[in-house]
């Protein structure tokens, strides 16, 4: 259980984090998602109090880091993989570790089992590839067998294979009742991940809901239908008080209609009790990706510079400033897998 | 003492300690030994324990850097993070380095004193080497416990900079060029050399010895005795650690 009350960072006069409030509750992988610089990394500093916060508390199992006695037997942490002197074993690296928890030097040799990498435990880990760095940083987190346990971007830099192994690992490691904590800038990574979401942007808090709900909420879904007779189609959604798009072919295939908050099964009957004959009739989702820029548009740090499509651009009247969506649409409206101009 | 334990796994488990120590140990007996051998048999006289010592400062500074890297490395590659991670009251882990390190700068600061005054006995049997006074045996086993010092101070730089060249820059320019220099400011020079740490902590191993040639250094009229100078180096040593281990705890790792 961890719970963090009005966090806040500051650096001189730039704010990473701002008034941050969550909670993460055991059993159950909890993803800590914003894009690149929202201060994920920084909280967790302080968390594990390597960073002092210039406001507000952080608590594990309702005391602060610094006063558990023996902290790694009760939290583990992956910040860095890099975190290893270079010309140490893996197995020295872990023996300090262990040595300072008084955690028992066959706890060395079972981590090592268990994150695979007992057969090179005796060799430098600076000639460690990163996803081997990555394992060790695991091996470190489990030394104490905690049951609060950290990671930040894990997965960065890493096979699929080694991606589904660390993915499979942590939902384990919740099965087994732990507090996992997970960052990541991948809401797609996410998505597969976590069963909670914290989500942050610039350092402030975005939502914290279930992975299942943010996406729900973040992404439209609609419906795509396609026949031969497409005027008599399109009479016929409009006249039922249905929002209905044009789609004009393109990769996504031969032009079709785009019927948002509808089901396939209420359009389905719509065209059956009519005779129409339909070519496709397919739900659609709006990509993860899209629902994610949409949430934490305002909130990136380091925005590209001409990235706002025509229309929006138009509004903003500016040239090189990113517009966020207009407030009207958010969060519900996004346009998806439409091209540009036409979406509304 | 499971901190000490920590440190010593941290120390022994990667390669440079054991070059350093090497290092310390042959240069400053390999000095030592050549300045034995070519001692002219008139000036043999001039052959007393503290003169068997002039080279002390070539293993000191090796351990000093040993000293320094204990520290700045564990910035460099991160660990210093783990450290924290395991000891979050962060003074403990510090102090336990420090006694770690200090301790075996101390011993091979016995091992280089014992193996220079010996190797020269070797050398010239007929020398006078034989330690019978407080002060003959102070001039040999009194290297170890600057050794030890001068290592606290070593590892109090490392602390403050957390940077590894730009530490051994500041104690090499302090050590070779400031506590040299700031003597020859004219009128006030031998005052603030009477209170310079490392010419205090030398004045420990060599108060009372006879001046000649090729000894080392002795320094006049310094206000301190032996015992006195020893502790006013343990004093400044000691302050700047406890300087730099404030800094460790108030500072984001």
């Given at each position: 259980m961890?719970?963090?009350?009005?966090l806040t960072k500051r650096y001189g006069r730039t704010v990473a984090v701002n008034d941050l409030s969550f909670t993460v509750a055991p059993g159950k992988v909890t993803g800590f998602l914003g894009p690149n610089g929202a201060g994920k990394s920084t909280t967790m500093r302080m968390i594990l109090g390597l960073d002092n916060p210039s406001a507000g508390t952080v608590r594990i199992n309702g005391r602060r880091y610094a006063e558990l006695h023996h902290p790694l037997r009760q939290v583990g942490a992956l910040l860095?993989?890099?975190?290893?002197?270079?010309?140490?074993?893996?197995?020295?690296?872990?023996?300090?570790?262990?040595?300072?928890?008084?955690?028992?030097?066959?706890?060395?040799?079972?981590?090592?089992?268990?994150?695979g990498l007992t057969s090179v435990a005796g060799k430098r880990a600076g000639g460690f590839s990163l996803?081997?760095?990555?394992?060790?940083?695991?091996?470190?987190?489990?030394?104490?067998?905690?049951?609060?346990?950290?990671?930040?971007?894990?997965?960065?830099?890493?096979?699929?294979?080694?991606?589904l192994w660390i993915r499979q690992f942590m939902h384990r490691l919740a099965d087994e009742g732990r507090t996992v904590f997970v960052s990541s800038h991948l809401l797609s990574e996410m998505a597969l991940?976590?069963?909670?979401?914290?989500?942050?942007?610039?350092?402030?808090?975005?939502?914290?809901?279930?992975?299942?709900?943010?996406?729900?909420?973040?992404?439209?879904s609609a419906v795509r239908v396609r026949g031969p007779e497409m005027e008599r189609l399109h009479g016929l959604l409009t006249g039922q008080g249905l929002t209905v798009r044009d789609v004009p072919a393109g990769a996504d295939g031969p032009a079709?209609?785009?019927?948002?908050?509808?089901?396939?099964?209420?359009?389905?009957?719509?065209?059956?009790?009519?005779?129409?004959?339909?070519?496709?009739?397919?739900?659609?989702?709006?990509?993860?990706?899209?629902?994610?820029?949409?949430?934490?548009?305002?909130?990136?740090?380091?925005?590209?510079?001409?990235?706002?499509?025509?229309?929006?651009?138009?509004?903003?009247?500016?040239?090189?400033?990113?517009?966020?969506?207009?407030?009207?649409?958010?969060?519900?409206?996004?346009?998806?897998?439409?091209?540009?101009?036409?979406?509304? | 003492m499971?901190?000490?334990?920590?440190?010593?796994?941290?120390?022994?488990?990667?390669?440079?300690?054991?070059?350093?120590?090497?290092?310390?140990?042959?240069l400053t007996v390999g000095l030592t030994s050549l300045f034995a051998a070519t001692t002219r048999t008139k000036d043999l006289a001039d052959l007393t324990p503290d003169a068997t010592q002039f080279a002390y400062?070539?293993?000191?500074?090796?351990?000093?850097?040993?000293?320094?890297?204990?520290?700045?490395?564990?910035?460099?590659?991160?660990?210093?993070?783990?450290?924290?991670?395991?000891?979050?009251?962060?003074?403990?882990?510090?102090?336990?380095?420090?006694?770690?390190?200090?301790?075996l700068s101390g011993i091979v600061g016995e091992i280089t004193a014992v193996g220079s005054w010996g190797i020269a006995r070797l050398i010239q049997p007929d020398a006078p080497l034989a330690l019978n006074t407080a002060q003959e045996y102070r001039n040999v086993f009194g290297v170890g416990l600057v050794y030890l010092l001068a290592s606290v101070f070593a590892m109090a730089v490392g602390l403050i900079v957390r940077q590894s060249a730009g530490a051994i820059v500041i104690e090499l320019i302090y050590l070779f060029l400031l506590e040299n220099l700031l003597p020859v400011i004219p009128r006030i020079g031998d005052s603030i050399q009477h209170w310079l740490p490392f010419t205090v902590g030398d004045n420990f191993i060599v108060a009372?010895?006879?001046?000649?040639?090729?000894?080392?250094p002795v320094i006049d009229n310094m206000p301190l005795g032996p015992w006195g100078s020893l502790l006013y180096f343990a004093a400044v040593c000691i302050g700047l650690f406890v300087i730099g281990t404030v800094l460790a705890r108030r500072r984001d790792a």
């Open positions: 961890i719970e963090a009350q009005g860095d993989a890099k975190w290893v002197h270079p010309n140490r074993s893996a197995r020295s690296h872990l023996r300090w570790i262990a040595a300072s928890n008084r955690i028992p030097v066959k706890r060395v040799d079972e981590v090592l089992e268990v994150v996803g081997m760095s990555q394992r060790l940083g695991i091996a470190t987190a489990l030394l104490g067998d905690p049951g609060v346990l950290l990671f930040d971007e894990p997965v960065n830099g890493l096979d699929p294979e080694g991606i991940t976590a069963q909670d979401l914290v989500v942050i942007g610039r350092g402030r808090l975005i939502a914290q809901t279930s992975t299942q709900e943010f996406i729900d909420n973040a992404s439209e079709a209609l785009l019927v948002p908050n509808a089901s396939t099964e209420q359009i389905g009957e719509l065209a059956g009790t009519v005779g129409l004959v339909l070519h496709e009739l397919a739900a659609q989702r709006g990509s993860l990706e899209q629902a994610f820029i949409q949430l934490t548009g305002q909130d990136v740090e380091y925005q590209a510079g001409a990235g706002a499509p025509a229309g929006a651009a138009a509004a903003g009247g500016g040239t090189g400033v990113a517009v966020p969506p207009p407030a009207g649409e958010a969060p519900s409206g996004v346009p998806l897998n439409v091209p540009g101009g036409d979406a509304r | 499971t901190l000490l334990t920590v440190e010593r796994i941290k120390l022994f488990s990667t390669r440079s300690p054991w070059w350093c120590m090497i290092l310390a140990t042959a400062n070539f293993g000191l500074v090796v351990m000093m850097v040993m000293s320094t890297l204990a520290v700045t490395t564990e910035y460099r590659f991160g660990t210093i993070r783990s450290t924290f991670l395991a000891v979050p009251t962060r003074t403990p882990a510090l102090v336990a380095k420090a006694v770690v390190v200090a301790s009372g010895a006879v001046r000649h040639s090729d000894g080392p």
